[in-house]
């Protein structure tokens, strides 16, 4: 029998996977077991479903069964962590792991969501120190990049959101573990408030995601004239109307794909005990838009 990246299985091939529920539309078999094709590595990399209440038993299993690594999507990233022997700093300050590394008695956590942003990021020459950064969102994602940004000495961070509450709440949880007042929170439809000057500007709402791909959080080109650099965490499609007004408006803009790659990469990294070069992300880069027709 032959695994997804061509090699035989046999005796002494390892396991990871990805648990979810749902998990049926993952890509991270395909960055995985392309990785391993890549590096000759006798690892096969497969989606796990895991039901409503099934969590505990799924990672206890997976350590009895010897499981190298696993990762960890919706809905489980917050509750996995009471199953864990342990957790990386980052990760268990935002209270999402996605990763898990096997270390003496069961698992350790990581975040590589937030690593990948920031490895994806450098790898664009984007670097978030003394920056001045506009948030749009406060759901998970946002929160776990409002987290990011402090950390990376961001100078400051303004979470806009249609629910000001939840910009509140994230701006003030923020402030309160970074010990500083990093982060404002402001209603979208305020945008035109924001001090003017030029930003880089993270897209972490789910508008624009595909089919929807001529919808976006703000419209207002006076409001692009301020962003030097746009990220999107969307990467379908391939070109946001967000990273499309960017443009317009003289600034460079990115999509989510490459955060995507590097999450899988700082897990392939953190089981493997390898180094991923530039030159072997792009090979997977280019296989995942292949593969995902971008
Ligand atoms: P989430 O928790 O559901 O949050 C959704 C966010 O979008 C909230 O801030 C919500 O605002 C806002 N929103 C939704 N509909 C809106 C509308 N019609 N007008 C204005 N704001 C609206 O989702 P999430 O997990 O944070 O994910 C956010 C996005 O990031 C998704 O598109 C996801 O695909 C992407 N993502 C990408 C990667 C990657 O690897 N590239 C990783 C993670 C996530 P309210 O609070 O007002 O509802």
Same mark, same amino acid.
């Given at each position: 029998m032959r695994k997804g990246n061509g090699r035989m299985i046999d005796g002494q091939t390892r396991t990871c996977g990805v648990i979810g529920n749902p998990i049926k539309h993952t890509i991270s078999p395909l960055i995985h077991?392309?990785?391993?094709?890549?590096?000759?590595?006798?690892?096969? $990399?497969?989606?796990?479903a895991? #039901?409503? &209440?099934?969590?505990e038993a799924a990672i206890k299993g997976a350590y /009895?069964?010897? %499981?190298? &690594? *696993?990762?960890?999507?919706?809905? $489980?990233? &917050?509750e996995v962590i009471k199953y864990l022997t342990d957790a990386d700093p980052l990760?268990?300050?935002?209270? @999402?792991?996605? +990763?898990?590394?096997?270390?003496?008695?069961? $698992?350790?956590?990581?975040n590589t969501d937030m690593s990948g942003l920031k490895r994806a990021m450098s790898s #664009?020459?984007? !670097? *978030?120190?003394? #920056?001045?950064?506009?948030?749009?969102?406060?759901?998970? /994602? /946002?929160?776990?990049?409002?987290?990011?940004? @402090?950390?990376?000495?961001?100078r400051?961070?303004?979470?806009?959101?249609? +629910?000001?509450?939840?910009?509140?709440?994230? !701006? @003030? #949880? %923020?402030?309160e573990a970074f010990g500083r007042e990093v982060s404002l929170p402001l209603l979208l439809s305020d945008h035109a408030k924001l001090p003017d000057r030029r930003y880089l500007a993270i897209q972490a709402t789910s508008v624009g995601l595909e089919p929807h791909d001529e919808e976006v959080v703000i419209e207002d080109e006076a409001f692009y004239k301020k962003v030097h650099t746009g990220y999107d965490l969307i990467y379908k499609p391939f070109n946001t109307r967000f990273m499309k007004l960017v443009r317009?408006?003289?600034?460079?803009a990115y999509n989510g794909l490459k955060m995507l790659i590097y999450q899988g990469i700082d897990a392939y990294e953190l089981w493997n005990d390898v180094k991923i070069s530039t030159d072997d992300a792009d090979y997977v880069f280019d296989v995942v838009k292949r593969e995902m027709g971008l």
């Open positions: 077991n392309t990785l391993a094709g890549r590096f000759g590595h006798n690892l096969v $990399y497969v989606p796990f895991v #039901e409503d &209440g099934g969590l /009895a069964l010897d %499981i190298l &690594g *696993m990762n960890v999507t919706v809905p $489980y990233k &917050g990760a268990a300050r935002i209270g @999402a792991v996605n +990763t898990l590394v096997r270390a003496g008695g069961g $698992y350790k956590g990581f #664009e020459g984007i !670097s *978030m120190e003394g #920056e001045e950064i506009i948030l749009l969102g406060a759901g998970g /994602a /946002a929160r776990a990049v409002a987290y990011l940004c @402090a950390e990376q000495k961001a400051k961070v303004y979470i806009l959101n249609r +629910t000001i509450e939840k910009a509140q709440a994230v !701006s @003030a #949880e %923020i402030n317009q408006a003289g600034g460079r």
